[in-house]
């Protein structure tokens, strides 16, 4: 079992910054990759960005330029780091992992985070 707890949304004034935050605890052999998905009210959930062990990245092209996603793999935590924010960029922002436990690899999810833009 894995566990995603997130930490570092909140409401922002259009042009600010946030950086989440999500570490991963609990009974795994391996974790690859970790990154980060959004979903607006009344939109499917989509990625922004993941990274692997080996810090290949991955971004939606909304985010691009804009965020950066990193790890710690010694602390089994992401971070996104976004700056000139939107108002668009306005979701809830899901920590995203893929874990290898008892069961195989399979795919957990934090609670989520609000991120709130104000224009």
């Known amino acids: 079992q894995v566990q995603l707890v997130e930490s570092g949304g909140g409401l922002v004034q259009a042009g600010g910054s946030l950086r989440l935050s999500c570490a991963a605890s609990g009974s795994f052999l391996g974790i690859n990759p970790m990154g980060w998905y959004r979903q607006a009210p009344g939109k499917q959930r989509e990625l922004v960005a993941t990274i692997t062990i080996g810090g290949s990245t991955n971004y939606a092209d909304s985010v691009k330029g804009r965020f950066t996603v990193s790890r710690d793999n010694a602390k089994n935590t992401v971070y996104v780091q976004m700056n000139s924010l939107k108002a668009e960029d306005t979701a809830v922002y899901f920590c995203?992992?893929?874990?290898?436990?008892?069961?195989?690899?399979?795919?957990?999810w934090g609670q989520g985070t609000q991120v709130t833009v104000s224009s």
């Open positions: 995203y992992s893929r874990a290898l436990a008892n069961l195989g690899w399979l795919d957990y």
